[in-house]
């Protein structure tokens, strides 16, 4: 159920709705209106971050709803090498690194990939816009809650840098974050914990203490690795916490 409208819960409410209306340079500047009605707020999400002290997010199809367009970017790239790839392909490995993730096609030794990654890189950058990204409003309602309440949050992304800070920077988020890590940052991208673990030392927070938020399979195991509790996006866009049995290595 919502939260009530009585004691501590009315109290996290109206700070959450203090968060959205508070000042841009604070909070961000997502338009309000997309969080007008908090319906996300349900008390077993808010119940989960009870005892933690940061969230970690995952930014593509978690923080931005844009698989589909990251699927047609990298289905333009691969078309002038003759090769194709399902969406339903693409929707079990969208949570690697590009690289990752085209290293796992069949004839993938044949394929110029770094050509590849920087065409589909170019293509994303030049059509980084407000207009084009979708952002998840329970997944920011989330963090703008987080912060409100003193949790710090941070981005763990196996996309590159230039790429999520532009992100970051088109939807006016920057200041919700006090940390970003990329696939740049880190030896080893997802499945592998790397990611995670780099972003809760930046926070100065230990990873059991932390909440991670991410939509794909590799994402999730490599939190779990990390040690971190985990939430998803669920349908219709919304959080829903991973049962301990998915995920773990």
């Not at 940061?54 to 790239?77: K, P």
């Not at 993938?108 to 207009?131: F, G, K, V």
């Not at 999730?220 to 301990?244: D, F, H, K």
Request: proline content about 6%; hydrophobic content about 45%; some cysteine.
């Amino acid at each position: 159920m919502l939260l009530g409208a009585g004691g501590e819960a009315a109290n996290r409410l109206r700070q959450l709705i203090e968060a959205i209306q508070g000042p841009s340079e604070r909070l961000g500047t997502v338009d309000a209106k997309l969080l007008a009605e908090p319906n996300w707020l349900r008390d077993p999400i808010v119940g989960v971050l009870t005892g933690r002290k940061a969230v970690i997010l995952d930014w593509d199809g978690t923080i931005v709803d844009n698989q589909s367009r990251n699927y047609q970017v990298v289905c333009d790239a691969l078309a002038p090498y003759q090769v194709t790839i399902e969406q339903d392909w693409y929707r079990r490995h969208c949570g690697l690194p590009i690289y990752e993730l085209l290293s796992r096609l069949d004839g993938a030794e044949q394929l110029p990939l770094p050509e590849i990654i920087e065409a589909s890189r170019r293509a994303l950058l030049t059509s980084t816009t407000p207009d084009t990204l979708r952002p998840n409003t329970a997944v920011i309602g989330l963090a703008k809650y987080a912060n409100c309440i003193g949790l710090r949050c941070a981005i763990a992304s196996g996309a590159s840098s230039v790429l999520v800070n532009a992100g970051i920077d088109a939807l006016g988020l920057r200041a919700l974050f006090h940390a970003v890590v990329t696939r740049d940052d880190v030896a080893h991208g997802k499945p592998a914990p790397d990611t995670f673990l780099e972003a809760a030392s930046r926070l100065g927070v230990d990873p059991a203490a932390c909440v991670a938020v991410d939509d794909a399979r590799d994402g999730i195991q490599a939190a779990r690795t990390a040690g971190m509790r985990v939430l998803t996006i669920g349908e219709n866009l919304q959080l829903a916490e991973v049962p301990a049995s998915i995920g773990n290595p």
